[in-house]
């Protein structure tokens, strides 16, 4: 969604790196760079002038003049900027102190609002609520029954009166359902209105009406992001029109530019409460401005990123694969699919890398990822007997034909899994060990594993390289057609290895972590 942004002002950055002092010069050109970057991000104008005022005005200040780093100072600057135009705060929802407390949604139709009904009564349904979805959208064609599958899907009831379709009174049914709700005992009570393909009187009539008829203890506006600018105008209209407690952001997944999440909040007052972003009725969640300003920024949201992984991680199984990797070959295939599927319910593999701090350099070859790579590496290794998983080096030739056969593979795809297998099981043994990551090369600034333009022509020298990176090759005839030989073999080696160790040889793994120099006690960061 923030692609464009984050692109620009990753840019904008980058200008600034490697300077001591910034001058007034500095700070008009990257408030300039970040105007640009957010005007282009579809951020409403008067939004854009406030921020870059604000940024601009504290870059000034001393706590730019006198830092370390002023480029580390002003990304700072813009964070804290981002996260009080998104709202500061979290959120959360208000829950009524007696009887069914009430969620009324409202917004332009085709903006997901039955869709997101049943994935607020399911987030609902996690936090140890009772909530019930109740089908008031009586106009648009098979609205009832969409809300009754999907009511379906997450395990919550659906009150449906009226078949919809053009008939039946909403004000009635959404009246009907507070008492259904109590001769029930259902705790929260989500109501999904009809919509319109525009802003009009007599939606905003049935609104109010709904909202009076039923005194909604949270009124949700839910917008498409994708819509751009229109999204503040829409929401200014039904926050006069209605009224509104909170917005739920749909669509976050999409390609669009994101200035409506940015401008919302400034422009109406109102908070983004939820976010969805994606087809999953999982894929939905508290809105948190940090974390979304970190994202922007490409700083990562691994807090999000742990959350998910607590839901989704069976902390037991994980354990016993922890344990496994403690003990050499203990950990098998059988183990490795396991770990796999758990991952797998974290969503796509596009998505969790997304969160990872510094990897917006990587989006097109993420975008470029293909899932189904992981549905391949599945079918090969269930093809495969239990004794197989267990222990892979009884697969000989046979076998690899067998299971490529059985997963409709090639044999050379079978290879590639069981060699890539046994090279990842001795790196993780290792790192279970406190030895580090294996073959990894210098990291500048990383006690222990080199690092730094000294180190860099270090490893170059030893490659035979000079300084700019090209090898050495001998006046000797003779000698230069054997180095050329001995490259072409190591060029051999490295891609029959999937790992491309340099020489090609097998490399002591355990002897290469001792000289990773890491404390002792460093296991205990990767449990």
Do not use: C
């Not at 990257?30 to 504290?58: N, W």
């Amino acid at each position: 969604m923030f692609a464009t942004l984050s692109d620009r002002l990753a840019d904008t950055f980058k200008n600034l790196r490697g300077k001591g002092r910034l001058s007034e010069a500095d700070i008009d050109a990257t408030a300039r760079e970040i105007r640009i970057a957010l005007l282009e991000a579809d951020v409403a104008l008067p939004v854009v002038k406030e921020f870059v005022g604000a940024v601009k005005e504290r870059a000034r200040s001393e706590e730019v003049s006198g830092a370390l780093n002023p480029a580390q100072q002003i990304i700072k600057i813009v964070h804290d900027e981002l996260v009080t135009i998104l709202g500061g705060e979290t959120r959360r929802l208000r829950y009524a102190k007696s009887g069914p407390t009430v969620i009324m949604l409202a917004g332009l139709q085709g903006a997901g609002k039955t869709t997101l009904a049943a994935k607020l009564a399911l987030w609902l349904k996690e936090q140890d609520k009772t909530p019930l979805l109740v089908a008031a959208d009586l106009q648009r064609p098979n609205a009832v029954q969409q809300l009754e599958v999907n009511g379906e899907r997450v395990g919550v009831p659906v009150f449906a009166p009226e078949p919809g379709n053009g008939t039946g009174n909403p004000v009635e049914v959404a009246r009907a359902s507070i008492e259904e709700a109590k001769r029930k005992l259902h705790d929260v009570v989500i109501i999904d209105t009809a919509g319109r393909l525009g802003v009009d009187a007599t939606l905003m009539q049935q609104a109010a009406d709904i909202r009076d008829a039923v005194q909604p203890d949270e009124v949700l506006f839910v917008v498409d992001a994708m819509i751009g600018q229109d999204a503040v105008t829409t929401a200014q209209a039904f926050l006069d029109g209605v009224g509104y407690d909170g917005v739920v952001l749909t669509k976050l997944d999409g390609d669009a530019r994101g200035g409506a999440a940015l401008s919302i909040r400034s422009i109406t007052g109102k908070p983004v409460m939820f976010a969805s972003s994606g087809e999953k009725m999982t894929d939905f969640d508290l809105f948190h401005p940090d974390r979304m300003a970190s994202r922007i920024l490409d700083m990562g949201d691994m807090l999000t990123l742990i959350e998910q992984a607590e839901k989704a991680f069976d902390s037991e199984q994980s354990l016993k694969a922890a344990e496994k990797l403690a003990t050499k070959g203990g950990f098998t295939l059988e183990d490795f699919l396991q770990q796999m599927m758990q991952i797998r319910k974290l969503g796509s593999m596009t998505k969790i890398m997304g969160m990872l701090p510094g990897m917006g350099q990587f989006r097109d070859q993420l975008e470029n990822f293909d899932e189904r790579e992981i549905d391949r590496i599945q079918a090969i290794i269930q093809s495969m007997t239990p004794a197989e998983r267990d222990n892979p080096k009884i697969i000989d030739g046979s076998r690899r034909a067998r299971i490529a056969a059985g997963s409709g593979r090639q044999v050379s795809d079978v290879n590639q899994l069981v060699d890539r297998f046994f090279e990842a099981r001795k790196m993780m043994e290792s790192m279970a060990k406190g030895g580090g990551v294996p073959g990894m090369p210098g990291m500048p600034g990383m006690p222990g594993i080199g690092g730094g333009k000294r180190a860099g022509a270090r490893q170059a020298a030893q490659a035979g390289k000079g300084k700019k990176g090209k090898k050495r090759v001998s006046g000797n005839p003779a000698k230069a057609a054997q180095q050329k030989a001995q490259q072409k073999a190591a060029s051999a080696d490295k891609s029959a290895n999937p790992f491309g160790n340099p020489d090609g040889a097998d490399v002591d793994y355990e002897k290469a972590a001792e000289q990773l120099n890491l404390p002792k006690d460093f296991s205990q960061f990767l449990k």
